[in-house]
Protein backbone atom coordinates (compact mmCIF):
# COMPACT_ATOMS: atom_id res chain seq x y z
CA UNK A 1 0.00 0.00 0.00
CA UNK A 2 1.44 3.50 -0.91
CA UNK A 3 1.87 6.26 1.80
CA UNK A 4 -1.57 7.69 3.13
CA UNK A 5 -2.33 11.19 2.32
CA UNK A 6 -3.40 12.46 6.40
CA UNK A 7 -6.04 15.58 5.39
CA UNK A 8 -7.62 17.91 8.03
CA UNK A 9 -11.37 18.12 6.27
CA UNK A 10 -14.29 20.52 6.81
CA UNK A 11 -17.26 19.26 7.37
CA UNK A 12 -19.24 21.88 8.92
CA UNK A 13 -22.81 21.61 6.87
CA UNK A 14 -21.38 18.84 5.34
CA UNK A 15 -24.32 16.06 5.39
CA UNK A 16 -22.49 12.76 6.29
CA UNK A 17 -24.50 9.66 6.85
CA UNK A 18 -23.85 6.56 9.21
CA UNK A 19 -25.01 3.11 8.65
CA UNK A 20 -25.25 1.27 11.36
CA UNK A 21 -26.85 2.55 15.33
CA UNK A 22 -24.53 1.25 17.77
CA UNK A 23 -21.92 2.36 20.43
CA UNK A 24 -19.21 3.18 17.42
CA UNK A 25 -22.11 4.78 15.23
CA UNK A 26 -22.77 6.62 18.38
CA UNK A 27 -18.78 7.88 19.28
CA UNK A 28 -18.86 8.45 15.30
CA UNK A 29 -21.76 11.03 15.44
CA UNK A 30 -20.58 12.53 18.22
CA UNK A 31 -17.22 13.50 16.95
CA UNK A 32 -19.33 14.28 13.32
CA UNK A 33 -21.52 16.77 15.22
CA UNK A 34 -19.03 18.34 17.29
CA UNK A 35 -17.01 19.39 13.85
CA UNK A 36 -20.34 20.99 12.41
CA UNK A 37 -21.54 18.26 10.08
CA UNK A 38 -25.35 17.55 8.88
CA UNK A 39 -25.59 14.12 10.38
CA UNK A 40 -28.10 11.37 9.02
CA UNK A 41 -28.00 8.00 10.45
CA UNK A 42 -29.98 4.58 9.27
CA UNK A 43 -30.31 2.06 11.15
CA UNK A 44 -32.83 -0.58 12.41
CA UNK A 45 -31.74 0.10 16.19
CA UNK A 46 -29.94 2.77 18.02
CA UNK A 47 -28.65 3.44 20.52
CA UNK A 48 -30.41 5.80 23.95
CA UNK A 49 -27.83 8.60 23.06
CA UNK A 50 -28.99 8.22 19.44
CA UNK A 51 -32.36 8.08 19.97
CA UNK A 52 -32.11 11.41 22.12
CA UNK A 53 -29.79 13.30 19.40
CA UNK A 54 -32.51 12.56 16.88
CA UNK A 55 -35.23 13.78 19.32
CA UNK A 56 -33.45 16.58 19.72
CA UNK A 57 -33.18 17.01 15.92
CA UNK A 58 -29.37 16.85 16.29
CA UNK A 59 -29.30 14.55 13.70
CA UNK A 60 -31.69 12.93 11.07
CA UNK A 61 -32.28 8.93 11.88
CA UNK A 62 -33.96 6.68 9.41
CA UNK A 63 -34.90 3.57 11.05
CA UNK A 64 -34.17 0.67 8.77
CA UNK A 65 -31.89 -0.84 6.61
CA UNK A 66 -28.98 0.47 4.59
CA UNK A 67 -30.34 1.13 1.23
CA UNK A 68 -27.98 2.53 -2.04
CA UNK A 69 -30.09 5.23 -2.22
CA UNK A 70 -29.16 6.59 1.67
CA UNK A 71 -26.23 8.16 0.04
CA UNK A 72 -28.21 10.65 -2.14
CA UNK A 73 -26.36 14.31 -1.49
CA UNK A 74 -23.99 12.65 1.31
CA UNK A 75 -20.13 14.05 1.03
CA UNK A 76 -18.96 11.65 3.49
CA UNK A 77 -19.92 7.89 4.54
CA UNK A 78 -19.30 5.56 7.98
CA UNK A 79 -20.26 2.33 7.38
CA UNK A 80 -20.69 0.62 11.26
CA UNK A 81 -23.25 -1.91 10.75
CA UNK A 82 -20.81 -4.62 11.93
CA UNK A 83 -21.89 -6.41 9.19
CA UNK A 84 -19.64 -8.25 6.33
CA UNK A 85 -22.24 -8.14 3.99
CA UNK A 86 -23.61 -4.96 4.60
CA UNK A 87 -20.33 -3.23 4.63
CA UNK A 88 -19.14 -4.44 1.56
CA UNK A 89 -22.20 -3.40 -0.24
CA UNK A 90 -21.75 0.51 1.52
CA UNK A 91 -18.28 0.49 0.26
CA UNK A 92 -18.36 -0.39 -3.35
CA UNK A 93 -21.15 1.77 -3.11
CA UNK A 94 -19.54 4.60 -2.60
CA UNK A 95 -16.70 4.25 -3.93
CA UNK A 96 -18.02 4.04 -7.25
CA UNK A 97 -19.68 7.05 -6.46
CA UNK A 98 -16.25 8.72 -5.70
CA UNK A 99 -17.23 9.29 -1.95
CA UNK A 100 -15.24 9.04 0.78
CA UNK A 101 -15.63 5.83 2.86
CA UNK A 102 -14.76 5.04 6.47
CA UNK A 103 -15.42 1.23 7.34
CA UNK A 104 -15.11 0.91 10.77
CA UNK A 105 -13.84 -2.56 11.14
CA UNK A 106 -11.57 -2.70 7.96
CA UNK A 107 -9.75 0.45 7.13
CA UNK A 108 -8.98 -1.13 3.96
CA UNK A 109 -12.35 -1.50 2.78
CA UNK A 110 -13.01 1.97 2.49
CA UNK A 111 -10.66 4.88 1.43
CA UNK A 112 -10.11 6.47 5.06
CA UNK A 113 -9.99 6.02 8.38
CA UNK A 114 -9.99 8.01 11.48
CA UNK A 115 -6.59 8.95 13.62
CA UNK A 116 -6.63 9.21 17.35
CA UNK A 117 -6.49 13.36 17.71
CA UNK A 118 -5.62 16.08 20.31
CA UNK A 119 -6.94 19.45 20.06
CA UNK A 120 -5.82 22.51 21.57
CA UNK A 121 -8.12 25.16 19.58
CA UNK A 122 -5.99 25.58 15.80
CA UNK A 123 -3.26 23.27 17.10
CA UNK A 124 -4.15 19.50 15.87
CA UNK A 125 -2.00 16.47 16.69
CA UNK A 126 -2.96 13.35 14.67
CA UNK A 127 -2.10 9.88 15.63
CA UNK A 128 -2.55 6.78 12.91
CA UNK A 129 -1.53 3.30 12.95
CA UNK A 130 -2.88 2.54 10.28
CA UNK A 131 -5.33 0.70 11.97
CA UNK A 132 -2.95 -1.73 13.51
CA UNK A 133 -3.60 -1.00 16.74
CA UNK A 134 -6.34 1.67 17.67
CA UNK A 135 -5.84 1.29 21.19
CA UNK A 136 -1.58 2.23 21.01
CA UNK A 137 -2.99 5.06 18.91
CA UNK A 138 -5.29 6.53 22.17
CA UNK A 139 -2.46 5.40 24.17
CA UNK A 140 -0.28 7.58 22.07
CA UNK A 141 -2.62 10.62 22.25
CA UNK A 142 -2.99 9.86 25.86
CA UNK A 143 0.53 10.75 26.31
CA UNK A 144 0.56 13.80 23.71
CA UNK A 145 -2.43 15.20 26.31
CA UNK A 146 -0.05 15.32 29.18
CA UNK A 147 2.72 17.11 27.15
CA UNK A 148 0.40 19.67 24.87
CA UNK A 149 -1.88 21.58 27.52
CA UNK A 150 -4.70 23.68 26.45
CA UNK A 151 -2.51 26.78 26.93
CA UNK A 152 -0.88 25.44 23.19
CA UNK A 153 -4.36 26.61 21.82
CA UNK A 154 -3.97 29.94 23.81
CA UNK A 155 -0.64 30.38 22.33
CA UNK A 156 -1.59 29.87 18.91
CA UNK A 157 -4.04 32.53 19.10
CA UNK A 158 -1.13 35.37 20.35
CA UNK A 159 1.21 33.34 17.92
CA UNK A 160 -0.61 33.95 14.78
CA UNK A 161 -1.65 37.58 15.70
CA UNK A 162 1.93 38.33 15.73
CA UNK A 163 3.01 36.49 12.86
CA UNK A 164 0.20 38.37 10.90
CA UNK A 165 1.88 41.83 12.40
CA UNK A 166 5.36 40.65 11.12
CA UNK A 167 4.25 39.82 7.67
CA UNK A 168 2.34 43.22 7.25
CA UNK A 169 5.54 45.52 8.85
CA UNK A 170 8.27 43.40 8.20
CA UNK A 171 9.49 43.52 4.41
CA UNK A 172 13.04 42.43 5.04
CA UNK A 173 12.76 38.48 4.61
CA UNK A 174 16.20 37.90 6.93
CA UNK A 175 14.78 40.22 9.64
CA UNK A 176 10.86 38.64 8.93
CA UNK A 177 12.54 34.93 8.92
CA UNK A 178 14.47 36.10 12.30
CA UNK A 179 11.51 37.62 13.79
CA UNK A 180 8.90 34.47 13.35
CA UNK A 181 12.14 32.07 14.40
CA UNK A 182 12.16 34.24 17.70
CA UNK A 183 8.62 33.60 18.72
CA UNK A 184 9.06 29.92 18.85
CA UNK A 185 12.78 30.14 20.39
CA UNK A 186 13.51 27.40 23.12
CA UNK A 187 12.97 30.15 26.07
CA UNK A 188 9.70 30.36 24.91
CA UNK A 189 8.59 27.26 24.33
CA UNK A 190 9.82 26.03 27.89
CA UNK A 191 7.85 28.84 29.45
CA UNK A 192 5.06 27.34 27.67
CA UNK A 193 5.60 23.89 28.45
CA UNK A 194 5.20 25.32 32.11
CA UNK A 195 2.29 26.75 31.62
CA UNK A 196 3.40 30.57 32.26
CA UNK A 197 0.92 32.13 29.31
CA UNK A 198 1.79 35.43 31.07
CA UNK A 199 5.48 35.55 30.47
CA UNK A 200 4.98 34.13 26.96
CA UNK A 201 3.18 36.94 26.18
CA UNK A 202 5.54 39.32 27.47
CA UNK A 203 8.48 37.89 25.82
CA UNK A 204 6.62 37.57 22.31
CA UNK A 205 5.89 41.63 22.51
CA UNK A 206 9.41 42.45 23.32
CA UNK A 207 10.59 39.75 20.23
CA UNK A 208 8.18 41.81 18.45
CA UNK A 209 9.79 44.79 19.49
CA UNK A 210 13.40 43.72 19.83
CA UNK A 211 15.77 42.94 17.15
CA UNK A 212 14.45 42.01 14.16
CA UNK A 213 13.36 45.33 13.50
C1 LIG B 1 -8.85 6.92 16.82
C2 LIG B 1 -10.30 6.52 16.78
C3 LIG B 1 -11.04 7.57 16.00
C4 LIG B 1 -12.54 7.41 15.98
O1 LIG B 1 -13.08 6.31 15.86
O2 LIG B 1 -13.18 8.45 16.07
C5 LIG B 1 -10.36 5.12 16.21
N1 LIG B 1 -10.73 4.26 17.12
C6 LIG B 1 -11.02 4.87 18.29
C7 LIG B 1 -11.46 4.25 19.45
C8 LIG B 1 -11.59 2.84 19.68
N2 LIG B 1 -11.18 1.89 18.81
C9 LIG B 1 -11.43 0.68 19.37
C10 LIG B 1 -12.07 0.88 20.63
C11 LIG B 1 -12.58 -0.23 21.52
C12 LIG B 1 -11.68 -0.56 22.62
C13 LIG B 1 -12.45 -1.58 23.36
O3 LIG B 1 -13.36 -1.14 24.09
O4 LIG B 1 -12.18 -2.75 23.13
C14 LIG B 1 -12.15 2.26 20.82
C15 LIG B 1 -12.76 3.00 21.98
C16 LIG B 1 -11.74 3.51 22.93
O5 LIG B 1 -10.56 3.28 22.82
O6 LIG B 1 -12.24 4.16 23.82
C17 LIG B 1 -11.10 -0.64 18.80
C18 LIG B 1 -11.22 -0.83 17.33
N3 LIG B 1 -10.96 0.12 16.39
C19 LIG B 1 -11.08 -0.44 15.14
C20 LIG B 1 -11.50 -1.78 15.31
C21 LIG B 1 -11.83 -2.71 14.19
C22 LIG B 1 -10.70 -3.45 13.65
O7 LIG B 1 -9.52 -3.05 13.78
O8 LIG B 1 -11.03 -4.50 13.08
C23 LIG B 1 -11.58 -2.02 16.70
C24 LIG B 1 -11.94 -3.30 17.41
C25 LIG B 1 -10.74 -4.18 17.51
C26 LIG B 1 -9.72 -3.71 18.53
O9 LIG B 1 -10.06 -3.55 19.72
O10 LIG B 1 -8.55 -3.52 18.13
C27 LIG B 1 -10.83 0.24 13.92
C28 LIG B 1 -10.48 1.57 13.74
N4 LIG B 1 -10.43 2.48 14.73
C29 LIG B 1 -9.89 3.62 14.25
C30 LIG B 1 -9.91 4.84 14.91
C31 LIG B 1 -9.30 3.41 12.91
C32 LIG B 1 -7.81 3.06 13.00
C33 LIG B 1 -7.01 4.17 13.67
C34 LIG B 1 -5.58 3.80 13.86
O11 LIG B 1 -5.22 2.65 13.99
O12 LIG B 1 -4.79 4.74 13.86
C35 LIG B 1 -10.10 2.20 12.44
C36 LIG B 1 -9.33 1.25 11.55
C37 LIG B 1 -11.31 2.62 11.62
C38 LIG B 1 -11.93 3.94 12.03
O13 LIG B 1 -12.79 3.91 12.91
O14 LIG B 1 -11.58 4.96 11.44
C39 LIG B 1 -10.96 6.34 18.16
C40 LIG B 1 -10.46 7.23 19.28
C41 LIG B 1 -9.25 6.72 20.06
C42 LIG B 1 -8.85 7.69 21.12
O15 LIG B 1 -8.30 8.74 20.78
O16 LIG B 1 -9.13 7.39 22.29
N1 LIG C 1 -13.67 1.81 14.50
C1 LIG C 1 -13.66 1.66 15.77
O1 LIG C 1 -13.18 2.51 16.47
C2 LIG C 1 -14.23 0.41 16.40
C3 LIG C 1 -14.22 0.28 17.77
C4 LIG C 1 -14.78 -0.83 18.36
C5 LIG C 1 -15.36 -1.80 17.54
N2 LIG C 1 -15.35 -1.66 16.19
C6 LIG C 1 -16.04 -2.61 15.27
O2 LIG C 1 -17.11 -1.86 14.66
C7 LIG C 1 -18.27 -2.66 14.46
C8 LIG C 1 -19.50 -1.99 15.05
O3 LIG C 1 -19.39 -1.96 16.45
P1 LIG C 1 -20.62 -1.65 17.40
O4 LIG C 1 -20.18 -1.94 18.78
O5 LIG C 1 -21.15 -0.30 17.11
O6 LIG C 1 -21.63 -2.79 16.89
P2 LIG C 1 -23.17 -3.05 17.21
O7 LIG C 1 -23.43 -4.47 16.82
O8 LIG C 1 -23.52 -2.57 18.55
O9 LIG C 1 -23.91 -2.09 16.18
C9 LIG C 1 -24.23 -2.44 14.86
C10 LIG C 1 -25.39 -1.54 14.46
O10 LIG C 1 -25.63 -1.69 13.07
C11 LIG C 1 -27.03 -1.82 12.86
N3 LIG C 1 -27.26 -2.55 11.61
C12 LIG C 1 -27.26 -3.88 11.39
N4 LIG C 1 -27.57 -4.14 10.10
C13 LIG C 1 -27.75 -2.95 9.50
C14 LIG C 1 -28.10 -2.57 8.17
N5 LIG C 1 -28.32 -3.49 7.21
N6 LIG C 1 -28.21 -1.27 7.88
C15 LIG C 1 -28.00 -0.33 8.86
N7 LIG C 1 -27.67 -0.63 10.14
C16 LIG C 1 -27.55 -1.94 10.44
C17 LIG C 1 -27.55 -2.53 14.10
O11 LIG C 1 -28.94 -2.26 14.30
C18 LIG C 1 -26.69 -1.88 15.17
O12 LIG C 1 -27.29 -0.68 15.61
C19 LIG C 1 -17.93 -4.01 15.06
O13 LIG C 1 -17.57 -4.84 13.99
C20 LIG C 1 -16.75 -3.76 15.95
O14 LIG C 1 -15.85 -4.85 15.98
C21 LIG C 1 -14.81 -0.57 15.61
Not at 72 to 89: K, P, Y
Not at 118 to 133: M, W
Not at 189 to 197: P, V
Amino acid sequence: MSGRYLVSLDLENKRCLIVGGGSVAQRKAVTLLECGALVHLVSPEVTPLIEELARQGKISHRRGCYESSDLEGMFLVIGASGREDVNRQVADDCLSRNLIVNIVDDPNKGNFFVPATVRRGALEIAVSTGGKSPLLARKIREELEKTYGEQYGEFLDMLGVFRQETIANISEPEKKKRMLESFVDEKILSLLKEGHLDLVKEMLVSAYRGSGR
